[in-house]
């Protein structure tokens, strides 16, 4: 049986296509991939996360964070070390361009948000937080 046109989760995909795709024209010059622009726009809260934390927002597993954070090392966006008192978790930091960066795609998402979801009610959005929620808690 196939998934009808007015499938939530196709409609979801559709909208991560159509944002991706604006987000990376705005924030061509920056040079990233779309991993890169999640991460670093995951980082610009501007405190240290462990890989962990990192993957997990992000919607990856740490093994697949793990070659978009050597691309953003090898850029020097971040740095990764120890984290202090516990040496098994990797933390990873942004740098001065890094911090620029995110700035930079933190302005890019508010701006597209800002144009997307204006004149959409609190209660329309609240829904649509509860629809991604409980695709992202399914388990395969």
């Known amino acids: 049986m196939n998934a009808p046109?007015?499938?939530p989760l196709l409609a979801l995909q559709r909208a991560t296509h159509a944002t991706l795709h604006v987000l990376a024209t705005e924030l061509a010059d920056l040079g990233l991939t779309a991993a890169e622009i999640n991460a670093l726009a995951n980082l610009a809260d501007?405190?240290?996360h462990?890989?962990?934390e990192l993957a997990a927002a992000v919607g990856s597993r740490p093994t697949t964070l793990t070659s978009?954070?050597?691309r953003l090392e090898r850029r020097g966006h971040?740095?990764?070390g120890p984290r202090p008192g516990d040496r098994r978790a990797v933390q990873i930091e942004l740098t001065d361009s890094g911090r620029a960066a995110?700035?930079?795609i933190s302005?890019?998402?508010a701006g597209l948000e800002r144009r997307a979801l204006d004149g959409l009610s609190?209660?329309?959005v609240d829904g649509f937080h509860q629809v991604v929620r409980a695709l992202t808690e399914v388990r395969a």
């Open 122 to 124: 609190p209660a329309a």
């Open 50 to 52: 462990t890989a962990s």
């Open 102 to 104: 995110a700035v930079t």
């Open 5 to 7: 046109p007015d499938s």
């Open 46 to 48: 501007g405190r240290p």
């Open 68 to 70: 978009v954070v050597d």
């Open 107 to 109: 302005e890019a998402v």
């Open 78 to 80: 971040v740095t990764r």
